[in-house]
């Protein structure tokens, strides 16, 4: 099989295809050299080195002053002018920057922040199992189950009032059809535009948002970023706007297709969903860990390299860019034996779904097991008998591992 990891075709390929393809990766001696298209309109600049075993990826992870973030986490670089615009996500940004928004915004995801939105996480549940009931079983588990819970959370913890959920559930809408790569220029570029409308239109709201909670402080985050913490650091206008864009992409599809492959994982494998069912409280975490290495929601960041340095034989330049696919690593059999069985009693715990051991692991990976946690628990108790139809329509991407739709019934 002709392997190029820059090429549309590839990513159009049946998932277990690309897996196979990985393997073959993977039993290469050293990382390998992709010549990467350029893509219009995108400055895609020159190759990458692909890291595709979990050793490599872990090593970059932890090693950022010379596996740097800048001047940004994916791939291909949007243009500069996307920067002044949208302001910078701090997964683009090396520290001291990315300590001190670090520092701030982790406030969000203290245990107490997520304690306290359990009760809220509860009834979303609920509620969505309610709604699923009373449409009848034969719909769409994405739209239907998946895709509610994520944004509802978000919004939650932001604080963001009733009235304007309406207007940040349409932009969402239009700003996740816009993933990863493109079949065509002219639909590129529509998707673009319509995705950056989407996320300044949501950056002004949540400002305004902000600016209310400066003047009249309420218990909620967005009261709290925009209010010095006790070292005095707060937000700025600019950076909270930049952060609820980043959590809105960082903490909803990822969310969403967790659950939705899982659901699929559960239904394939009918012996792991018995063990499941038999002791939910005991074997819920170790299968969200196995269901996140198995998906990899998430399947590649880059990052660039900031001086010379030899990585098992390969001498790297500054200036290289290295893309670490998290997918590939954790399919790494010489650290997950017989990695492409769903297994949710291995030891899946050193798994880089949330990325590796580094500054930038995945700030929202417990408020994702809550959310997973819950649903799954909510399904399962009021709908025993649920249960995928058919294949997943996923989304053509070389970013997010996303289905667009799943057939399901209960
Ligand atoms: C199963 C669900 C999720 C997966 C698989 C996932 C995956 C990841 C990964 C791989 C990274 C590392 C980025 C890098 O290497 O540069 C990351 C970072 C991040 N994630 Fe998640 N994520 C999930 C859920 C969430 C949720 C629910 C939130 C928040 C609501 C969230 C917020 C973030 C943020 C803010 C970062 C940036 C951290 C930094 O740069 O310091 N994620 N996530």
Same mark, same amino acid.
């Given at each position: 099989m002709d392997i190029d990891l820059a090429d549309l075709e590839f990513w159009r390929r049946p998932l277990k295809e690309r897996h196979e393809a990985f393997a073959r990766l993977r039993e290469l001696d050293r990382p390998v050299f992709f010549t990467e298209k350029r893509v219009p309109l995108l400055r895609s600049g020159k190759g990458f080195y692909a890291l595709v075993r979990h050793a490599d990826v872990v090593e970059a992870s932890r090693n950022p002053k010379v596996f740097s973030s800048e001047p940004a986490a994916s791939s291909p670089e949007p243009p500069g002018w996307v920067k002044h615009v949208f302001g910078e996500s701090m997964v683009n940004m090396d520290d001291p920057r990315h300590a001190r928004l670090r520092r701030i915004v982790s406030r969000a995801f203290s245990p107490k922040m997520l304690s306290n939105l359990q009760g809220d996480i509860d009834r979303a549940c609920a509620r969505i199992v309610d709604d699923v009931v009373a449409a009848g079983p034969g719909g769409d588990f994405v739209t239907q189950v998946a895709a509610r819970l994520p944004i509802h959370v978000i919004c939650d913890m932001m604080g963001v009032p009733d009235e304007l959920r309406e207007r940040v559930h349409r932009h969402v809408d239009v700003s996740t059809a816009y993933t990863g790569v493109r079949p065509s220029l002219g639909r590129t570029v529509q998707m673009a535009a319509s995705n950056m409308l989407a996320l300044l239109a949501l950056q002004r709201m949540v400002i305004d948002l902000g600016r209310q909670r400066a003047k009249e402080p309420r218990g909620d985050l967005v009261s709290a970023l925009v209010t010095a913490n006790v070292d005095g650091e707060k937000l700025t206008d600019r950076e909270l706007g930049s952060f609820f864009a980043l959590l809105l992409v960082a903490g909803n599809e990822t969310a969403r297709n967790t659950m939705a492959h899982g659901i699929k994982l559960l239904t394939d494998n009918p012996e792991q969903r018995r063990l499941l069912c038999e002791d939910f409280e005991g074997r819920i975490g170790g299968a969200i860990e196995e269901m996140v290495r198995y998906v990899s929601p998430i399947m590649q960041f880059r990052r660039t390299v900031t001086e010379d340095y030899d990585l098992r034989g390969l001498h790297l330049k500054p200036g290289d860019k290295v893309v670490l696919f998290y997918g590939s690593a954790n399919r790494d059999e010489t650290v997950? &034996?017989? &990695?492409d069985r769903f297994d949710i009693t291995r030891d899946a715990k050193g798994h880089v779904g949330f990325g590796g051991p580094g500054p930038h692991f995945c700030l929202g990976a417990n408020l994702a097991r809550q959310e997973i946690r819950t649903m799954f628990r909510e399904l399962f108790t009021r709908l025993p008998g649920i249960q995928t139809v058919g294949e997943p329509e996923l989304l053509l991407s070389n970013f997010d591992n996303s289905v667009r739709s799943q057939k399901f019934t209960f």
């Open positions: 997950f &034996p017989d &990695p």
